[in-house]
Structure formats: C-alpha cells, structure tokens
C-alpha cells in the first residue's frame, strides 16, 4: 500500500498522459443552490520536471478563480527555519532507529534501504517516521520527481505572479507536526508501510498515475479505504481528522461572491470521510467539473 505516496504525495510516475486521460482529473464544482460556483481540485504534489503540461480544464478553472485556496502555506513549507526544524526533529534520541523500532523491523530496514540503492546504515540515527520518508523522497529524487513540477506549487506560484490572493487551510507548522509529534507506534506504522511499498504492484505510482489521470475515483478511493483498514492511525492522523477541520473553513471560502478553487492532495476528496461526502452533506451540489 503506497500510503505515503497515495496520501503525502500521490506522486505522478509517467511521463506521457495515461490511456483514457480526460480533460478533467479530480475535478468538482462545489455550488449551492443560486450561489456563485466554485472548485476543488483533487491534486497530485510531485511531478517529474519535464511532465506534460496540466490538464486544460485546470487551466480553464484557474482563470475563473478570484482567488486559490491550498493545504497550507507553500513559502512557509518552503522555509529554512521550518525545514531546519524538520531535519532536527527527524533525529533519533539514544540508540538511534534500532533501538525506537526494534531487531525485526530494523533489519527489514536495512535490507530495503540497500535495495533502493542506499547504505544500510543510513537511517540508523533517524526516527522512523522520518526514516519512512527519506527513503520515499529518494526513491523519487533518483526518478527525477520534483515538488516544482507539482500541480500545487505550480498553481501556487501562478496565483503568485498573477496577483491572485492566495491562502492555506492549516498552518505550515501543522502540517510537519503531523509527522513530528506522531506516537512511536504511528512512526513505525509509517516506517513499514514504506519498507512494503511494491514499486511494480495495483498500488503502484503507475497505477495511482493512471487513475488520477482518468479521474478513476472508485480505484483511487479503493486505496485509501485500504489505508483506512490497514493503517487506521495514520489514516486517521493524515487524512480523516485534517478533513474534519478544513470543513471547519470551506463553508466561509465557498460562501465568497467570486470563485475560489480550493487544492488538496486528491485523496483528501474522496473515501468515507472524503471532502466530496462532507461538502453534499451540508447541502452543497458537488459535479464533476464538465470542460465548456
């Protein structure tokens, strides 16, 4: 199960667009009745550099858009301090990662880290919450997958240029506690989802790619029910509990006179606890966005 990539990531692997691609991946208009329309985009956070171009109805939406609504802060995420902070906290106390996770997931975690080309020693002064993504990020740093190319920051820095007023639902602190203050029970959680991701299984980025790009929503909302069953803490800590407080905020975004688009990682959208249900339960009319 990619629950890193499906959920933090959701990263795109393939270069070209997938067979079946549409015009509009993971893409809603979010209405009540006689009210302005507004969007919320399911989006994917890494790209690789020289990935296709977005999806035109992407476009077309940003263009109407008054104003861009993201997880949180992108400069904020981006800065030295908050990144510092996240280096330091990623560091084990005495004993460093065997100690914190034990003989038999440590040794588990060697044997992967030589598999994905790393020295079996790399993550022995790391937690494992942060052992878990490292070996994420290298996997895709070596692919070429870069956090410029994604569908937020690329939006991001358009609004930017643009004038286009730009906000998050949490704060950028928020969003590195959700790794940083995790119970070593959830860290390790972490640490083996990763060690059993199957780069060539369903779940595959390939996979995941494919049914982002068709606007697959039952595959993709097969995969994070998965996490719901097989990492419920994690799932719960990432995905159920920030929706149930961003639908704290979307009701006064959606309550604006001009369009706003609102973009989260794309599993944020859907599942049991998804965007999609909570938005209709409140009333909205929630369509798939249809290219005019």
């Known amino acids: 199960m990619k629950i890193i990539r499906t959920t933090f990531a959701l990263v795109l692997i393939l270069l070209s667009p997938a067979a079946d691609a549409v015009d509009?991946?993971?893409l809603w208009q979010v209405q009540k009745a006689g009210g302005t329309p507004h969007y919320l985009l399911g989006s994917v956070h890494l790209l690789p550099e020289d990935a296709a171009d977005l999806p035109v109805a992407i476009d077309t939406v940003y263009a109407r858009a008054r104003g861009l609504v993201f997880e949180s802060d992108l400069d904020a995420l981006k800065s030295t301090d908050l990144q510092q902070r996240l280096?330091?906290?990623g560091r084990a106390g005495s004993g460093g990662l065997s100690a914190e996770v034990g003989p038999t997931l440590y040794a588990r975690t060697q044997a992967r880290l030589k598999s994905r080309g790393l020295p079996?020693?790399?993550c022995d002064a790391l937690h494992a919450w942060s052992c878990g993504l490292f070996m994420e990020l290298a996997a895709f740093s070596k692919?070429?997958?870069?956090?410029?190319?994604?569908?937020?920051?690329?939006?991001?820095?358009?609004?930017?240029?643009?004038g286009k007023p730009r906000r998050g639902l949490e704060p950028a602190e928020s969003?590195?506690?959700?790794?940083?203050?995790?119970s070593n029970a959830m860290a390790k959680e972490v640490l083996a989802a990763s060690i059993d991701d199957d780069d060539n299984g369903p779940d595959s980025p390939q996979a995941i790619y494919k049914a982002w790009r068709r606007n697959d929503i039952s595959a993709l909302g097969t995969l994070v029910n998965d996490m719901r069953d097989?990492?419920?803490?994690f799932y719960e800590r990432l995905l159920a509990a920030r929706n149930r407080a961003w639908m704290d905020e979307l009701?006064?975004?959606y309550a604006a006179s001009q369009s706003q688009l609102v973009v989260v990682g794309a599993a944020h959208c859907v599942g049991p606890d998804g965007l999609i249900g909570r938005l209709r339960a409140l009333g909205y009319a929630v369509d798939r966005y249809d290219l005019k």
């Open 24 to 26: 509009a991946p993971f």
């Open 87 to 89: 280096l330091l906290s």
């Open 120 to 122: 079996a020693s790399f």
């Open 143 to 162: 692919a070429g997958f870069v956090g410029a190319a994604g569908i937020d920051e690329q939006l991001y820095e358009r609004a930017g240029r643009d």
């Open 175 to 182: 969003q590195i506690a959700l790794f940083t203050d995790m």
């Open 230 to 233: 097989r990492y419920p803490m």
């Open 251 to 253: 009701p006064g975004i």
